[in-house]
């Protein structure tokens, strides 16, 4: 029977930028870590990464709005506009950004082209 959420994750091709990617730019916390994993949290939200022993990581489709098969983590933020200026110098790279009637949201990839997605709904 499943009992509830375990974890999120992606796949990393380095371990320690990717640690410092998520730290700087979205605020996470480093709970474990070895080689081949990482578990980040934020609330109750764990985040893994896991390594890929430095093999590229295929992209996705995706376009401003997320990825266009598989999941998009999305991520509440209370500023999205200081958390982009956070992303961005953390080398995150920016998809697109609405500021819609329902909510200002911002879709970017981290420094592995993962796509992830800030929302601030309204």
Known sequence: MIKGYCDFYYNVR???DSVKF???ALGLKKQHGDVYWTTMVLG???LGL????????????RDE?????GGTLTLFSDNISEDRFKIENSGGKILGEDD???GHMLVFE???GNVLKLMNPK
């Open 50 to 61: 896991h390594w890929t022993e430095g093999e590229e990581i295929p992209p996705t489709i």
């Open 100 to 102: 819609a009637p329902w």
């Open 22 to 24: 998520f730290e700087s």
């Open 110 to 112: 981290d420094i592995d």
């Open 14 to 16: 380095n371990m320690d």
């Open 65 to 69: 709005h997320g990825q266009l098969s």
């Open 44 to 46: 109750n939200l764990q």
